[in-house]
């Protein structure tokens, strides 16, 4: 898969120098990866969750940081739409996530 943005994860590893590792392996394994469907981001990612509209959220380092990406699978790319810790995930709304 073709991340799109990565810079965003150099950035915000900057800010919070504990998600660095999880989101280079994060970052490792969607690149690696060729997936379909969510079964298949599911082989390398238990945890992910769908929320609709091509939307996925990953939990990174136990949960203590959220990603979401929009999965296009036909292109094989992942655009990063939001990195930030559980609590600022928590301020969004399940209908805000639909519009990140």
Same mark, same amino acid.
Do not use: C
């Given at each position: 898969?073709?991340? &799109?943005?990565?810079? =965003?994860?150099?950035?915000?590893? %900057?800010?919070?120098?504990?998600?660095? +590792?999880?989101?280079?392996?994060?970052?490792?394994?969607?690149?690696?990866?060729?997936?379909?469907?969510?079964?298949?981001?599911?082989?390398?990612?238990?945890?992910?969750?769908? &929320?609709?509209?091509? =939307?996925?959220?990953?939990?990174? %380092?136990?949960?203590?940081?959220?990603? +979401?990406?929009?999965?296009?699978?036909?292109?094989?790319?992942?655009?990063?739409?939001?990195?930030?810790?559980?609590?600022?995930?928590?301020?969004?709304?399940?209908?805000?996530?639909?519009?990140?």
């Amino acid at each position: 898969m073709r991340v &799109v943005t990565p810079k =965003r994860l150099k950035e915000f590893s %900057k800010k919070h120098p504990l998600a660095k +590792i999880p989101l280079l392996h994060w970052y490792l394994i969607t690149s690696n990866a060729s997936w379909e469907n969510l079964s298949d981001i599911r082989e390398d990612f238990n945890s992910v969750d769908y &929320v609709g509209n091509q =939307r996925y959220v990953f939990n990174i %380092k136990g949960n203590d940081y959220r990603i +979401i990406v929009i999965v296009i699978f036909v292109s094989k790319k992942v655009y990063i739409r939001f990195i930030g810790t559980h609590a600022e995930y928590d301020k969004i709304k399940s209908t805000m996530i639909k519009n990140i």
